[in-house]
């Protein structure tokens, strides 16, 4: 084992995605460790708490916060259709484009 361990790009506590490859998997770093051979590797652990072991290619940080300003457009846009709701004059029309738009905005 190396005498000086290098900092990692990621670390025990992050929340990360597997890229690249045929599955998709999430989770929570648990645990990071060399191989006798040097390389690192990180246990990820899902929420049904499967453990899968990767490289550092393999992973990227998960985002774990939803953009504010897309809250904020959200938030906009369910009052808006809520008012549209309530008018008569080409209310459903308007509250299609709305929907549209929304389902459009992820968060």
Do not use: W
């Not at 989770?27 to 990767?54: A, D, M, P, Q, T």
């Not at 953009?67 to 459903?92: H, Q």
Request: net charge positive; proline share 6%.
């Amino acid at each position: 084992m190396p005498i000086f361990d290098p900092p990692h790009p990621f670390q025990v506590g992050d929340r990360v995605e597997k890229i690249g490859g045929d599955y998709y998997f999430e989770g929570v770093v648990v645990s990071v460790f060399s191989k006798l051979s040097g390389e690192v590797r990180y246990v990820v652990e899902n929420g049904h708490g499967v453990l899968h072991i990767y490289n550092g290619k393999q992973l990227r940080h998960k985002k774990s916060e939803p953009n504010p300003s897309l809250v904020a457009v959200k938030t906009l846009l369910d009052r808006l259709e809520n008012d549209l709701c309530r008018l008569d004059s080409k209310r459903d029309e308007m509250v299609q484009t709305v929907r549209t738009i929304k389902s459009l905005v992820k968060v």
